[in-house]
């Protein structure tokens, strides 16, 4: 088992930047590409970005190409999502994942979930 736990949401104005967290304790951080999803009410969840295993490969949605940024610190357990230049489209709650996937973009390819973190920004 792997529990992830995020933080550093917020309410933060249009242009601004925050930075989430996941810690992860349990199973072989290392091991395990980690996602970052979010769900706008009345949406669906969708997929914003990913790291790899070994931090070499990052994948990021369309909508947050150029301004969000994914990191990970295997010593730490931990991934990071900085984001800049935050619009008020931007606004969910947003999920961290594990899983040994093989389709980042695929919310059933990733097997651990955190309870997730409210980010709002406001116009």
């Known amino acids: 088992q792997m529990q992830l736990v995020e933080s550093g949401g917020g309410l933060v104005q249009a242009g601004g930047s925050l930075r989430l967290s996941c810690a992860a304790s349990?199973?072989?951080?290392?091991?395990?590409?980690m996602g970052w999803f979010r769900q706008a009410p009345g949406k669906e969840r969708e997929f914003v970005a990913t790291?790899?295993?070994?931090?070499?490969?990052?994948y990021y949605a369309d909508s947050v190409k150029g301004r969000f940024t994914i990191s990970r610190d295997n010593a730490k357990n931990t991934v990071y999502l900085q984001m800049n230049s935050l619009k008020p489209e931007d606004t969910a709650v947003y999920y961290c994942?594990?899983?040994?996937?093989?389709?980042?973009?695929?919310?059933?390819?990733?097997?651990?979930w955190g309870q997730g973190t409210q980010v709002t920004v406001s116009s």
């Open positions: 349990g199973r072989a951080f290392s091991t395990y590409a």
């Open positions: 994942a594990a899983g040994h996937v093989a389709r980042i973009r695929v919310e059933d390819d990733y097997d651990y």
């Open positions: 790291i790899r295993w070994s931090g070499g490969s990052t």
